[in-house]
């Protein structure tokens, strides 16, 4: 089924220890988004893509990067995670012209 | 900065009651709106979007949204709630520039009991 894909979809970290979370759409979209959810702040944009190539920071982007590995693929690197990373990541991608987000399944990272 | 509020953070219903949520954002030009929904353990999906044309929107699942320009809200609203409505409700509208951004709410969470 076309969609987003998030992998892994849970995950628990040791303070330091550093992860890659995996972004794949098969949409054909030229933007893609890393947001955070976490309880009463609604979702917080980390890292944006608008096109292959590409990439800006959002509203949160400090302890983390990205890439923008080809049209279809958008990672999000956590050097070293630290207990107030710990929120759930969610994935998303749109067309250039609009019409709202896909969004992924979400993953849920616990950093103790 | 543009910016959405969410002014219900929590709203308890019975079953066959009315639903208004509440949004208002901050952007004074051309804008897109949207309301998201995430039930329980899952991701975001698209309840209904704001482009121009008409402003009283159709959502799926018995949902409507009317853009009023001169009150920049964009408020949701479904005449009869059913318990499998229970869900965590987001407003949503695009950035400026020409981005594809999307700016959230802090979001509504809505309980609706049978």
């Known amino acids: 089924n076309a969609g987003v894909t998030q992998t892994p979809k849970f995950q628990v970290l040791k303070t330091g220890q550093s992860m890659t979370l995996q972004c794949a759409q098969d949409m054909n979209h030229n933007s893609m988004y890393w947001y955070r959810q976490d309880p009463g702040m609604g979702l917080r944009l980390i890292y944006y893509s608008a096109s292959e190539g590409t990439t800006d920071k959002g509203e949160v982007p400090n302890g983390y990067n990205v890439s923008r590995l080809n049209k279809r693929e958008f990672s999000l690197r956590l050097e070293s995670a630290a207990p107030s990373q710990t929120s759930v990541y969610f994935c998303a991608s749109s067309e250039v012209t609009g019409g709202g987000y896909t969004f992924g399944s979400g993953t849920r990272l616990t950093v103790v | 900065a543009q910016s959405v509020s969410q002014h219900n953070h929590h709203v308890i219903l019975s079953e066959a009651a009315s639903l208004e949520l509440g949004c208002n954002y901050s952007?004074?030009?051309?804008?897109?709106l949207f309301w998201y929904v995430q039930y329980p353990g899952q991701h975001l999906q698209l309840l209904l979007k704001y482009f121009s044309g008409d402003p009283l929107v159709k959502g799926i699942k018995g949902f409507e949204a009317e853009f009023i320009k001169s009150k920049f809200s964009f408020n949701l609203r479904k005449p009869s709630v059913q318990w499998s409505d229970t869900a965590e409700y987001f407003c949503a509208v695009k950035g400026p520039y020409n981005t594809d951004k999307l700016i959230f709410g802090t979001g509504t969470r809505l309980q609706v009991f049978p």
């Open positions: 952007y004074g030009g051309t804008v897109n």
